[in-house]
């Protein structure tokens, strides 16, 4: 398997609701990152947790690392059906952005 | 201020023929990287590229991919012969270099490459 493997795969919640994506990783890193990708576009960067943080907060967004577990976990608060989208972690290992990609979860938010 | 700019944004190729794809970076970045991704997967990274060098190519097939980033101009990822599984998006994205990168990536929009 591949680092930054991100589960579930799919997740369909109704706007309002919490919406959390995990993403696990094998080696080391310098930092991890989330990005989001509306279907057919480029990603969007969204956060950005260094390896010797443990949680970090971004309007609706909130990130946590277990770097322990090689573990990390993306929850957005109070969905809105806009926040439907692709969502990938990617762990930087350099610290020069050479990121390595999970497959993402897909985020679908009904109205 | 524009983004990362690509393209062409969609390209369609006969096997064997070549295909060249382009990206500008934003304004006042020097450094680029390409990502290629296949449907339903993830971004998987292929070569990183400051102005005039390849800083890091570990995920560049090692024939018929080539990439440069000049002086001038935009930098430009070539595919020569292509084949059927060449077929996927290529991503360029930017990060600021005069004080090394900061981490976050600019993605452009991609160019989505078909090959018949």
């Known amino acids: 398997s591949q680092q930054g493997e991100e589960d579930p795969q799919a997740l369909s919640i109704q706007e309002g609701e919490n919406a959390t994506m995990n993403c696990s990783y094998k080696?080391?890193?310098?930092?991890l990152q989330w990005y989001r990708q509306n279907s057919g576009r480029g990603l969007v960067h969204l956060i950005l947790?260094?390896?010797?943080?443990r949680e970090k907060h971004s309007g609706r967004l909130r990130v946590t690392l277990d770097t322990s577990k090689k573990s990390s976990s993306l929850l957005i608060t109070a969905s809105r059906a806009a926040d439907t989208a692709s969502y990938f972690c990617?762990?930087?290992?350099?610290?020069?952005?050479?990121?390595?990609f999970g497959k993402g979860t897909m985020l679908l938010v009904s109205p | 201020n524009a983004g990362v700019m690509q393209n062409p944004r969609h390209l369609v190729r006969r096997r064997g023929q070549e295909a060249r794809l382009r990206c500008s970076p934003m304004?006042?970045?020097?450094?680029v990287y390409w990502y290629r991704q296949l449907p339903e997967e993830g971004l998987k990274f292929m070569v990183y590229?400051?102005?005039?060098?390849?800083?890091?190519e570990s995920g560049m097939p090692k024939e018929r991919f080539s990439a440069e980033f000049p002086k001038e101009g935009p930098s430009i990822l070539r595919i020569q012969q292509v084949v059927r599984g060449d077929s996927a998006a290529y991503f360029c994205?930017?990060?600021?270099?005069?004080?090394?990168?900061?981490?976050?990536?600019?993605f452009g929009e991609g160019s989505r490459l078909t090959v018949l």
């Open positions: 080696t080391s890193i310098n930092n």
């Open positions: 590229l400051q102005k005039e060098n390849i800083i890091d």
């Open positions: 990617a762990t930087d290992k350099s610290g020069y952005s050479t990121l390595t």
């Open positions: 994205a930017s990060s600021p270099g005069d004080t090394g990168p900061t981490g976050e990536l600019f």
């Open positions: 947790i260094r390896s010797n943080e």
């Open positions: 304004k006042g970045h020097s450094h």
